[in-house]
């Protein structure tokens, strides 16, 4: 599988297995979650995405379990966290609303919790979750780069950020920002005309899509885009989850599709979307089907 790389010391695979349901199986058994990881692992997928909101704050635990259980994983994967949100479930059950925390103490607490619950020792990649309407920028910036001076963390990014909210908190950081994880997909198709994907492609900064499938909607709609979606699955002899994302990979901005399912034998077809080369053509069939109209 290609690799993209993030820094000069740090790549991830194409595709990113994403975890954010690990905790809503009906087996979070360490053995389970190990299967998860190792059919991944068999298809050059080397990287995974985690929060400390998955699973009502318990999802990276139940990763933690599995690492713990099956010590030779960790060397062969790329840990991805996020924090910030602070919703009133789980841990944070006895908060009266849900809120965006960007501070110094919360992100430091955060990061400390993460290593400790997943077993780590350094987190790969550190995201901010979303962008936080009271964030003191300088403040933000500062406990991002004591992180990695304090070797806590490789390297950190953002999640769901605009350009704007990007270059803000750029602005106050010594250490870059490598990506930015937001929604894009054949359902989400926004940013390939709002500015986002040109913001970051302009500046090389590799991009984490996450609902590559548009939350499974991709997989049971009807219409036209469905039916372009399955032409020309049967085309390349792969299903229809392979051609949305092999959408998502044909675009030279380096998009990473976050792949999350808890079934083993989904799973196992995750790569399928690499033996994908769409041409031209049949890109522009799938983005006028889901424009829902021909291209200006």
Known sequence: MDRVALTSDLSFSRIVYG?????DDANTSPEHVAAKIQSCLDQGITTFDQADIYGDYGA?????????ANPGLRQKMEIVTKCDIVAPIGKYSDKPVKYYDTSRAHIHASVENSLQVMGLDVIDLLL??????LMDHHETGAALDELVAEGKVCTVGVSNFRPWDWALLQSAMKNQLVTNQIEISLAEIRPFTNGDLAFHQQHDHPIMAWSPLGGGNLMTASGQLADRMDTLAKDHGVDRAAIAVAFLLAHPAKILPVMGTNNLDRIATLADATKVKLDR????????????????
């Open 128 to 133: 901010i979750h979303r962008p936080d309407p």
């Open 281 to 296: 053509e049949s890109w522009f069939m799938l983005y006028e089907a889901a424009l829902g109209a021909e291209v200006p």
């Open 60 to 68: 990276e635990a139940v990763l933690g379990d599995a690492l713990r």
């Open 19 to 23: 975890m954010w349901r690990v905790a």
